[in-house]
């Protein structure tokens, strides 16, 4: 019994590992509210933000934080307000990406976001976004990873992608692996 056992061991650690290598790569959906409606306590950022372009791309920021869009972007001088000209018609942005990002944080639905690449004036930015359209809601598409603590000192990181509202600031959907998802269940 012994032997069988020595030999089944390895075995079944082969398996476990190559079942948890083949679920990191494949994504996960998770769908929350549809990001049109007013939230309560969503952050919203002060300050007019500033047009700026990269690659072709226009782009804008906002305090510290910017986006890319590849929608055209204008800015009302007299009330500062953002509008996106989408295949939709205008839209106006209400939450600026610092305060999309931060509401995002708070959601705890990452631990950090990372950048897209950028050039030029949007490189200066401390964290910058895209700004696109998910089934007709404005959203800013935020590459970040959650990091887990498995049995409370073990530290795992899961990568996460969010889409937050660019009208309201709530989280409309994330995306992470499957390992993600488990890791959420057991070492949140």
């Known amino acids: 019994m012994i032997r069988l056992m020595s030999r089944l061991l390895p075995l079944v650690v082969v398996v476990i590992l ?8 494949i994504p ?9 409606d007013n939230v309560l306590g969503a952050q919203t950022a002060k300050g007019n933000p500033k047009i700026a372009t990269e690659g072709g791309k226009p782009g804008f920021i906002s305090n510290k934080d910017g986006a890319i869009s590849a929608f055209p972007l204008k ?7 953002l509008t996106v000209t989408t295949p939709k018609g205008e839209k106006v942005v ?8 931060q509401n995002m944080l708070a959601s705890k639905v990452m631990s950090y976001v990372t950048s897209v690449p950028a050039k030029g004036e949007l490189a200066s930015t401390d964290k910058l ?10 959203v800013y598409e935020i590459d970040g990873v959650r990091v887990h603590k498995l049995l409370g000192l073990i530290p795992l990181k899961s990568k996460v992608k969010a889409f ?15 390992l993600g998802k488990i890791l959420n269940r057991i070492a949140p």
């Open 28 to 36: 996960v959906t998770r769908v929350y509210l549809d990001g049109q």
């Open 75 to 81: 800015v009302d001088p007299k009330t500062g307000n």
């Open 18 to 25: 190559a079942g948890v290598l083949i679920s990191a790569n």
């Open 94 to 101: 209400t939450v600026l990406p610092d305060a999309a990002i």
């Open 164 to 178: 937050v509202s660019a009208e309201n600031g709530q989280v409309v959907k994330t995306e992470q692996s499957v």
């Open 129 to 138: 976004v895209t700004l696109t359209q998910k089934d007709g809601v404005l």
